[in-house]
């Protein structure tokens, strides 16, 4: 499907400049060992696998057309960690790696590869997966008291993809209001 869908681009637009590699689901919550396997392989599978199938695809592309720009969403899962959730942290962290190898890969061939680790975005993911009560003491310690919005991801995203930032590659950039800061 990602080979298809770049190759569409590419027939209709003549080339691929630029790409945002947004897949995510958490999986099940509980201390490690009491995961089940499946739910690694689940977690993993779509989160970094899934990432690994998008820049296998695009690079190529890129390179055909002289450079260009990716960036794949992580998380701040993916610098920090967070209790309960060691198979999204571990694939959140696969995606930050993943983005810095491929970015030292490809710097010379003018492909830029970044990272945007959202925190607390309201999102339907978000929602879905904290409890209320839960989400009331995360704010009550968030830096700026407040969720982000879906649209502060997306400005850090379309400045990573523009020429502003072409010397800006290989970086895992939290979009999360301090809280990694703290």
Known sequence: AVRRAVEQTVARFGRLDAA?????????????????????????????????????????????????????????????????????????????????????????????????????????MAVASLPPELLEALLAESPLGRQGRPEEVASAVLWLCDPASSFVTGQAIAVDGAWTTR
């Open 20 to 124: 945002f590699n947004a897949a995510g689901i958490d999986g099940a919550a509980g201390p490690l060992a009491d995961l089940p396997l499946d739910n690694w392989h689940r977690v993993l599978a779509v989160n970094l696998t899934g990432t690994y199938s998008c820049l296998r695809h695009q690079i190529p592309a890129m390179l055909a057309s002289g450079g260009g720009a990716i960036v794949n969403c992580a998380s701040t899962a993916g610098i920090t960690a967070a209790p309960h959730f060691s198979t999204y942290v571990a694939s959140k962290h696969g995606v930050v790696g993943i983005s810095k190898a491929a970015a030292l890969d490809y710097a010379r061939q003018n492909i830029r590869v970044n990272a945007v680790c959202p925190g607390m975005i309201a999102t339907p």
